[in-house]
């Protein structure tokens, strides 16, 4: 991008949070300038945090009705998908997917249940129980 093209900030108005933006200086060196979002960056921020919370609260409505396991709660809570999950906790991704199921997830030993909590950076009771 064009160091013209690169609508910088330097106004606090435009809002509390920071950003690191790189444009191109003359000779092709790039140049990182830091600002302040603008109204359209927080527009799209929001609505994407938005989104995200939506997301949350259709899970642990699905788990409360006893659709799936905890486990999807947590994992929306926490940003994951069923890959990064796989990596943190140490399963196949197909195993955590089998443990989704409410009727499973019930039948999991603690070793495993607790490999989910340190995933997730919550205590075991935690796990159990949707807040």
């Known amino acids: 991008m064009d160091e013209s093209q690169n609508p910088v900030y330097k106004d606090k108005a435009h ?5 690191l933006s790189y444009s191109y ?3 092709g060196n790039f ?8 109204q359209v960056d927080r527009l799209v ?13 259709a899970a642990k409505q699905r788990v409360l009705a006893g659709e799936v ?5 947590y994992m929306e809570k926490n940003l994951l998908d069923p890959l990064n999950l796989s990596m943190m906790a140490g399963f196949s991704v197909w ?5 989704f ?7 999991l030993k603690e070793p495993t249940l607790q490999k989910y909590a340190a995933a997730f950076n919550i ?6 129980k949707v807040d």
């Open 15 to 19: 809002g509390q949070f920071r950003e």
């Open 25 to 27: 200086k003359d000779g």
């Open 31 to 38: 140049d990182q300038t830091v600002g302040f979002h603008d």
């Open 45 to 57: 921020l929001q609505q994407a945090w938005d989104l995200f919370h939506e997301r949350i609260e």
């Open 69 to 73: 396991s905890p486990i999807v709660y």
């Open 95 to 99: 195993r955590v997917k089998w443990h």
């Open 101 to 107: 199921r409410p009727g499973v997830f019930k039948r």
């Open 123 to 128: 205590t075991l009771d935690q796990l159990k």
